[in-house]
């Protein structure tokens, strides 16, 4: 059984519209949670964390999680030709012990920004 | 502040041959971690240090990986022998606490032929 799930795409956006990004995961105490970004051949990247259930925003982007529906969100704003990446979704806690700090990742979301 | 360095980025070598990766880092993150992703699957975690112990290696495949910290700073990983299903992208990332955010290195990608 998968433990972050995320559909892979590709995810498809025209240039200035919202993209809209989807994870689920299975382990009900997992306590935080992350949006990595990732373009090709480069080192995943932090956009955003959230830990609380609602929305937490930066600039374009907005985080939104739901612990009772075990659901994790990014929205994109105004999305650019460059925000097209593969984003990763990443969960951490929920495990006893040392297994708290690990993370556990989706496969990831491809999204193409269309100009 | 320089990121989590990683090296080297590639690395081709052939079965049963050994082979070592390093990383470095931030400066001041206790907390080191390695992971793996493999062709076609997520990111998976292999071990996380703290300091120069290791707190959690419950991800490593099997004793042909070895992962080191010694003094506390950078880390290698070796995997002796190396067999094909061992190829992949290894990352490395750290964090200053065990509950805050991580960052990624650049990988190194490991093909074993």
């Known amino acids: 059984q998968k433990e972050v799930e995320q559909n892979s795409g590709p995810l498809s956006v025209p240039e200035g519209a919202i993209a809209s990004l989807n994870c689920t995961y299975s382990?009900?105490?997992?306590?935080?949670f992350f949006w990595y970004r990732q373009y090709s051949g480069k080192s995943p990247e932090l956009i955003m964390s959230?830990?609380?259930?609602g929305d937490k925003e930066d600039g374009r982007f907005t985080a939104q999680l739901n612990k009772a529906s075990q659901y994790v969100s990014l929205l994109i704003r105004d999305s650019q030709p460059s925000d097209s990446a593969t984003y990763l979704c990443?969960?951490?806690?929920?495990?006893?012990?040392?297994?708290?700090?690990?993370?556990?990742f989706g496969k990831g979301t491809k999204l193409s920004v269309i100009p | 502040e320089a990121g989590v360095t990683q090296f080297p980025s590639h690395s081709v070598i052939e079965k049963g041959q050994t082979v070592t990766l390093r990383c470095d880092p931030i400066?001041?993150?206790?907390?080191l971690y390695w992971y793996r992703r493999v062709m076609g699957k997520e990111i998976k975690f292999l071990l996380h240090?703290?300091?120069?112990?290791?707190?959690?290696e419950s991800g490593m495949p099997n004793n042909r990986f070895l992962a080191e910290r010694t003094g506390g700073t950078y880390s290698t990983l070796k995997v002796q022998p190396a067999e094909l299903e061992d190829s992949g992208v290894y990352f490395c990332?750290?964090?200053?606490?065990?509950?805050?955010?991580?960052?990624f290195g650049q990988g190194t990608r490991l093909t074993v032929v």
């Open positions: 240090f703290v300091k120069e112990s290791k707190q959690d």
């Open positions: 990332a750290s964090s200053r606490e065990r509950n805050t955010e991580a960052f």
């Open positions: 990443a969960a951490r806690g929920g495990k006893s012990g040392a297994g708290s700090y690990q993370l556990t």
């Open positions: 400066s001041g993150h206790d907390n």
């Open positions: 382990d009900r105490g997992s306590q935080s």
């Open positions: 959230i830990y609380s259930n």
